[in-house]
């Protein structure tokens, strides 16, 4: 989508300036492709008040989460075998998974 003109002077001399680029416009954090003077908006995000990059959001959620997500994923993927083996001999199941 083209830029608008608030744009274009946020950016004022990156114009020129090829690649990628991020400003600050108000409380809207846009990115911006510039390329060969021309210029096009990519992203525009708008999150007041939330900073997610301390401690607390890159330490503590993933060390509890973590855990709790791959117990229950390792739930389920054994009550998936259950269901689909339990009708299975033994000697049918140490021949699909046994070692030898």
């Given at each position: 989508m ?10 004022g001399?990156?114009i ?9 416009v ?5 990115q ?18 939330a ?33 689909f ?13 046994g070692?030898?």
């Amino acid at each position: 989508m083209p830029a608008g003109p608030e744009i274009r002077a946020a950016l004022g001399d990156a114009i020129q300036t090829n690649g990628t680029h991020t400003i600050h416009v108000g409380t809207n954090k846009i990115q911006v492709v510039a390329f060969s003077g021309r210029i096009a908006t990519v992203e525009t995000t708008v999150i007041p008040n939330a900073d997610k990059s301390g401690l607390l959001y890159k330490v503590v959620f993933p060390m509890i989460t973590s855990p709790i997500l791959g117990f229950v994923g390792g739930f389920i993927i054994m009550a998936i075998l259950y269901v689909f083996l339990r009708s299975w001999r033994p000697l049918t199941v140490a021949r699909v998974f046994g070692r030898g």
